[in-house]
């Protein structure tokens, strides 16, 4: 084998070996953005009695409605821009209090033809007066942080997400314990 053949060879497995996105560590130390306490969350098991299942608050984006079923999370949010709706989807998997999810948004409304997508990830914990929140981040594309942080404060009753025009409650968030939204 030839020294270019050889120098060629190598390139080419240090490049697979290593990938342009960094590892995320999944862990978010910082302020708590509602409420500014320091929280320093890393993953574990999910306190007891506990999931990712209900209705939630974001600052960042209004409205977040979650169901888990075995590891499966799925949910939906909705959010004004401006002077129309965008609406998302998420769905992953949980592990312990640590969810590492895709997300898919519509701003067709809004005149961006093409939905935005991304992945993240949210560490679940209880706050000192017991309510269920979640912190972590989201990215675009395939990047699962370094897009924006992102916090959930879970309702205290639990809500149900909007009905679409001519759509039926069917499906994850049609269950008898849950209230309509106001």
Known sequence: ????????????????????????????????????VAVDIRPGPMPANESFSGSFASGQIGDVFLEQTGDLVVGQYSYNRASCRATGRIEGHAEGNLLRFTWTE???????????????????????????????????????????????????VRRQPPAEEGATRDGPFSGDNATPSP
């Open 1 to 36: 084998m030839t020294a270019r053949a050889l120098t060629l060879t190598t390139m080419m497995l240090l490049g697979a070996c290593s990938s342009p996105q960094a590892r995320t560590t999944y862990r978010y130390a910082g302020n708590d953005g509602p409420t500014m």
């Open 106 to 156: 519509s701003q067709r409304a809004c005149g961006r033809i093409a939905p935005l997508s991304g992945r993240g990830y949210m560490l679940f914990w209880i706050d000192s007066a017991g309510n269920g929140r979640t912190n972590g981040e989201w990215g675009m594309a395939d990047r699962d942080s370094g897009g924006g942080p992102w916090s959930l404060f879970r309702d205290r």
